[in-house]
Nanobody, 119 residues
Framework: QVQLVESGGGLVQAGGSLRLSCAAS????????MNWYRQAPGKRRELVAH???????NYAESVKGRFTISRDNANNTMYLRMNSLKPEDTAVYYC?????????????WGQGTQVTVSS
């Protein structure tokens, strides 16, 4: 089992910055890729950024150049640095881990952290 706990959300003005953290615990050795997703009211959950165990990254077009995903494997923590925030970035942000259990691949989710960007 893997537990994921997000932190760092809050209210920020447009143009501001936030850094989200995702602390993993439990069977962290089984984690491969990690992701940040977000879900705005009335919208589907969408992938924001992905990072592999080796540190390769991918981003949604809407956040490229503004968001940076990173991970500290030694401390089992993933981050999302968000700059130049826009009101449309307002959403609940979720940490997600892709893990490999003896019985196969498993997805783990955090509880989410609210990010609100005011105009």
């Amino acid at each position: 089992q893997v537990q994921l706990v997000e932190s760092g959300g809050g209210l920020v003005q447009a143009g501001g910055s936030l850094r989200l953290s995702c602390a993993a615990s439990g069977s962290v050795f089984s984690i491969n890729g990690m992701n940040w997703y977000r879900q705005a009211p009335g919208k589907r959950r969408e992938l924001v950024a992905h990072i592999t165990s080796g540190g390769s990254t991918n981003y949604a077009e809407s956040v490229k150049g503004r968001f940076t995903i990173s991970r500290d494997n030694a401390n089992n923590t993933m981050y999302l640095r968000m700059n130049s925030l826009k009101p449309e970035d307002t959403a609940v942000y979720y940490c997600h881990a892709e893990a490999l259990a003896p019985w196969g691949p498993v997805d783990y989710w955090g509880q989410g952290t609210q990010v609100t960007v005011s105009s």
